[in-house]
């Protein structure tokens, strides 16, 4: 079963912009992860975020991590069309031995 | 360094064949993970291997088996081929035992089941 779950499921926006997505999960967690993948391509490690943390960046990245609400979000700033790809949040749930839990995904679009 | 490989790289296989997916971890990880993705949804976890033994075990049937080598290598194994089974096989290595870290993941192997 899915533990997280992405908003919205596909987000279109100009070069340039800022994108936002948007992550929920149930149960609690030891650490929350964002992968990129292009077009059905391996997936590529962004950022990892422990639960004790709120706020990681990394370059054009930054991700806040909320524990009380069980959400995550995920800022790329500055948009390039090179961008465009696949974003999944992936929870190591407390208890669960080894295992990450990923979501549906967010299509982020970036037009030129 | 070279990164995750596998082979192979596509595959097609009919119902009731049995295939064999190869995986080989960045030098140093001694962590091997499986995920299967179906086309639209995220990858889902298969099996998590570490120095050998199986550490983790995904809602899987008994037709998906895997095994990790002396080299840390590891294959995985699908019999009885069903037509569901068609998806992207993505493998992971890291340097964590128990638990999880960054993951980094392979090319995948396309599997078509026909």
């Known amino acids: 079963s899915q533990q997280g779950e992405e908003d919205p499921q596909a987000l279109s926006i100009q070069e340039g912009e800022n994108a936002t997505m948007n992550c929920s999960y149930k149960?609690?967690?030891?650490?929350l992860q964002w992968y990129r993948q292009n077009s059905g391509r391996g997936l590529v490690h962004l950022i990892l975020?422990?639960?004790?943390?709120r706020e990681k960046h990394s370059g054009r990245l930054r991700v806040t991590l909320d524990t009380s609400k069980k959400s995550s979000s995920l800022l790329i700033t500055a948009s390039r069309a090179a961008d465009t790809a696949s974003y999944f949040c992936?929870?190591?749930?407390?208890?669960?031995?080894?295992?990450?839990?990923f979501g549906k995904g967010i299509t982020l679009s970036v037009r030129p | 360094d070279a990164g995750v490989t596998q082979s192979p790289t596509h595959l097609i296989k009919t119902r009731g064949q049995h295939v064999t997916l190869r995986c080989s971890p960045i030098?140093?990880?001694?962590?091997v993970s499986w995920y299967q993705q179906v086309l639209g949804q995220g990858p889902q976890f298969i099996f998590q291997?570490?120095?050998?033994?199986?550490?983790g075990r995904g809602n899987f049937p008994d037709r998906f088996s895997a095994r990790q080598f002396p080299n840390y290598s590891s294959e995985l194994n699908v019999n009885a081929l069903l037509l569901g089974d068609s998806a992207l096989y993505l493998c992971?290595?890291?340097?964590?035992?128990?638990?999880?870290?960054?993951?980094?993941f392979g090319p995948g192997t396309r599997l078509t089941v026909l």
């Open positions: 992971a290595s890291s340097l964590a035992s128990l638990g999880t870290d960054t993951q980094y």
């Open positions: 149960t609690s967690i030891n650490n």
């Open positions: 975020i422990r639960s004790n943390e």
């Open positions: 992936a929870t190591d749930r407390t208890g669960a031995n080894s295992k990450l839990t």
């Open positions: 030098s140093g990880h001694k962590s």
């Open positions: 291997y570490y120095e050998k033994e199986e550490r």
